[in-house]
């Protein structure tokens, strides 16, 4: 679907408001500072990218799972289903909404098997523990959850006729489509519409490439204000990226994530 | 999961059976789950709404497109979605509409009824005009924002009853089946794709591996077609489906029957359809070379000379590349030709249609058409299909005759690959591991210039 952006429901429902989000984070911001939250949330949304990736899913349909992930803490807290468990169901409603196909239950279980003990071992020592009734209940919530908002505007699009307008610059183009991809890892995807986060990362890659555009990007009619507030977001995330270990720092981070519980509270 | 969260979301939420009443209001059933005519409990309105429950439990990739699409979607000729229900106990899907009293299979079916008992339906002169510009303005929406109906049929056109919304047509079931392009995964874990060929395009039954929006504009003209003779133009028995192959002889045959063999001239690119050494070999040219659309046509009396076979023709050129799209059809002299197509197909003239009759389940698996008046009917047997029958079809899918096979692989071929991957992220120090990300540049989606003519309406 490639409908009219501005009648659509991402437009309409899902361009939050920085202010929200703070106000919704409130209970885990009182166990976690900002920074942990933020790198429990990079260390996810690396998790759903390995995923799909071993599912050999298209990135947009890793990026629209990744949104929905990020939705969903938007307006709950941490506590309410483990990530661990939201992330695989993330990726398998995203499948069958992008047409990718149903993957089938047995294959993301197992794929989440390997996945954790392969390549997130660092970070989970017992094995994958939830089975397909699992996702299959997490499913309802999750749709619910997102208000049945499913088709995810991404920036890739924008991105490529950006590009074909300033011409044929391939490793422009590269470079500020991976710009694109990291910015997954910050709140981008829920505060700015699709197009502004292109042209951000591809201000980013014209910095990184030293090109200068500055006459393109004056005859854009966007308010370089915003454009500037997501620049600020990825080189944040960029920033954090220099220091920090994830291998080493992550097992601490989730041990103190709020975490859901099972029996009813007393 | 949270324990104290799964009590507060399970106090807020909406159950259906609390908020509607539909019990014994079924108006139809089928493969894609059952419809029940529904009003309020708590009478906040007066208004006759349509409940469909989801076949079969959770979320099928099916029920996905749908919400996904029709959550977005909005337009007067298309179906509105005005709420989802999950019953997480049940795990059942529950989608709620504004309930359309008519759909064309009914309409068609009570003219052809009336036909055979020499008993004449009192009908505004326009309404078939206003039925195509409303399917052609509810598809032209459906086109310009990409999506692909995919299995439009009479049954899929809905028309309202009495009410704000009267005589209105909703293109209903839109771009939910799929063609499924490899055989990559076993059949088990895609969703049956259910068809009826005697709307299919040619090229679809030459092995096309994608649906167009051609595609579309062929169904539309077969729907028209039939609008104005009462007949399935492509009227085909169907009972030796090949349900792997989309290749359909007999269907085939029919429509050279009805429009003479296609030249090369006329359809240059038949030549490269996956079948079309197949068509060489089973057919021959001379054995429909007394056939054309205007002696079909006119032996229902349509004259060849008239706007509404002129438009026809173009709907039903079998070239896709050459078929009219809908928003040229729009435009179409037909259209600015007296009676001007309504925005009531009935222009406010009493609806002679009768209202749906309510299902019950003793008759569920009702194996038989008995109530039918197709001629050269074929029993609902189809293979692979399970032989599911269908009644109503309010919201359904194909009308209660039509046979209905699954198909698994029509495209025989492999999805085009898309290019070599970028990479993923511009960290040069990776912190997490190197991806392979797809993107296809050369995917261009048209630019639609959303033109449409002024039409004055009733």
Known sequence: MAGNFWQSSHYQQWVLDKQDLIRERQ????????EEYQKIFIFFSNFIQTLGEQLKLRQQVIATATVYFKRFYARNSLKCIDPLLLAPTCIFLASKVEEFGVISNSRLITTCQTVVKNKFSYAYTQEFPYRTNHILECEFYLLENLDCCLIVYQPYRPLLQLLADIGNEDQLLALAWRVVNDSLRTDVCLLYPPYQIAIGSLHIACVVLQKDLKSWF????????????????????FELWKTYDEKKDIQALLAKMPKPKTQPSR | MDFD????TASERAKVEDLFDYE???????????VYKARRKDGSDTKDYALKQIEGTGLSMSACREIALLRELRHPNVINLIRVFLSHNDRKVWLLFDYAEHDLWHIIKFHRAAKAN?????????MVKSLLYQILDGIHYLHSNWVLHRDLKPANILVMGEGPERGRVKIADMGFARLFNAPLKPLADLDPVVVTFWYRAPELLLGARHYTKAIDIWAIGCIFAELLTSEPIFHCRQEDIKTSNPYHHDQLDRIFNVMGFPLEKDWEDIRKMPEHPTLLKDFKRSNYSNCSLVKYMDRHKIKPDSKSFHLLQKLLLMDPNKRITSEIAMQDPYFQEEPLPTQDVFAGFAIPYPKREFLTDDDQE????????????????GQGGGGQSEQGSSHGHSGPNAKRVRLSHPGGGQQPQAPPDFHQSMMFQRPYPLSSIKYNPSNKRNKDKNKKIYLPMQ
């Open chain 2, 366 to 381: 009702d194996k038989s058409d008995k109530n039918n008046t197709r001629p050269n009917q074929q029993n609902n047997g």
């Open chain 2, 118 to 126: 020499k008993k004449p339906v009192m009908v505004p002169k326009g």
């Open chain 2, 5 to 8: 969260f799964k009590v507060k």
């Open chain 1, 218 to 237: 004056a005859e854009l009619n966007v308010d370089m204000e915003k454009i500037q507030e997501i620049v600020r977001y990825i080189v944040s995330l």
């Open chain 2, 24 to 34: 014994g209001c079924k108006v139809g059933r089928g493969t894609y789950g059952h």
């Open chain 1, 27 to 34: 209970q885990d911001l009182s166990v976690l500072s900002d």
